[in-house]
């Protein structure tokens, strides 16, 4: 009975959480399920007679941009101060302010959506499931990344910057040497993830570090 209620009462927090996020909530659905299709299809339809280069590489670049900033969007801006959705109100009556336990999953959910994508690329065209796996290790570093400098910064809109100048340079530098993961070509082996198993530890040591900070976000 007693999980019965906490399942009910986690579940309503987080319906509270979703409405105050207001319009910024449908940003990821946007990207992942309208933008990186389209994306994806022009690729495949105008790339697939390069003999050197498959439509995974030139996707990858648009890819790596993209998911691995968005799939720590809802996390971050669970943390800001309740200023504006249709749920600030009911988060401040019930002092409910959002952490890093529910930015936790709401990455995981977010996850799960970019999971979703990746899964109907690998049924219509192959191989993407390596591709899923990589950017996974990716994004977990960028959830320890949003972590670290939200606790060090307490800025949202200093974080969000941050993260999104790292994207750039890893895509512009197209390099792979940690922290750097802008080396985009596609994979075709289990082995090729290995280098990006840096990612992964990085993020969650990352996340780890931050119980023992000083929590900068305003409340």
Same mark, same amino acid.
């Given at each position: 009975?007693?999980?019965?209620?906490? %399942?009910?009462?986690?579940? *309503?927090?987080?319906?509270?959480?979703?409405?105050?996020?207001?319009?910024?909530?449908?940003?990821?659905?946007?990207?992942?399920?309208?933008?990186?299709?389209?994306?994806?299809?022009?690729?495949?339809?105008?790339?697939?007679?390069?003999?050197?280069?498959?439509?995974?590489?030139?996707?990858?670049?648009?890819?790596? @941009?993209?998911?691995?900033?968005?799939?720590?969007?809802?996390?971050? %801006?669970?943390?800001? *101060?309740?200023?504006?959705?249709?749920?600030?109100?009911?988060?401040?009556v019930l002092?409910?302010?959002?952490?890093?336990?529910?930015?936790?999953?709401?990455?995981?959910?977010?996850?799960?959506?970019?999971?979703?994508?990746?899964?109907?690329?690998?049924?219509?065209?192959?191989?993407?499931? @390596?591709?899923?796996? /990589?950017?996974?290790?990716?994004?977990v570093f960028?959830?320890?990344?949003?972590?670290? %400098?939200?606790?060090?910064?307490?800025?949202?809109?200093?974080?969000?910057?941050?993260?999104?100048?790292?994207?750039?340079?890893?895509?512009?530098?197209?390099?792979?040497?940690?922290?750097?993961?802008?080396?985009?070509?596609?994979?075709?082996?289990?082995? *090729?993830?290995?280098?990006?198993? /840096?990612?992964?530890?990085?993020?969650?040591?990352?996340?780890?570090m931050r119980?023992? %900070?000083?929590?900068?976000?305003?409340?």
């Amino acid at each position: 009975m007693h999980n019965k209620v906490y %399942l009910k009462l986690t579940r *309503e927090r987080f319906l509270l959480i979703t409405k105050s996020l207001g319009s910024a909530f449908r940003a990821p659905f946007f990207i992942f399920y309208l933008i990186m299709p389209i994306i994806l299809i022009l690729f495949w339809r105008y790339s697939y007679n390069d003999p050197y280069i498959t439509f995974r590489t030139y996707f990858n670049q648009i890819a790596f @941009l993209l998911i691995p900033f968005f799939s720590v969007w809802w996390s971050l %801006l669970s943390l800001r *101060e309740r200023t504006e959705g249709d749920g600030r109100e009911l988060l401040f009556v019930l002092k409910i302010r959002p952490g890093y336990i529910d930015a936790t999953i709401l990455f995981v959910f977010a996850v799960l959506a970019i999971f979703v994508f990746y899964f109907v690329a690998h049924l219509i065209f192959g191989r993407f499931l @390596l591709e899923f796996i /990589r950017i996974l290790l990716i994004c977990v570093f960028f959830f320890g990344l949003m972590v670290i %400098l939200t606790q060090l910064t307490g800025s949202i809109t200093i974080t969000m910057l941050v993260l999104l100048i790292y994207s750039l340079v890893s895509i512009v530098m197209n390099y792979q040497r940690f922290p750097f993961y802008g080396q985009h070509q596609e994979l075709h082996q289990l082995g *090729e993830l290995f280098p990006y198993l /840096r990612f992964l530890f990085a993020g969650l040591f990352l996340a780890i570090m931050r119980r023992f %900070l000083p929590n900068r976000l305003s409340n």
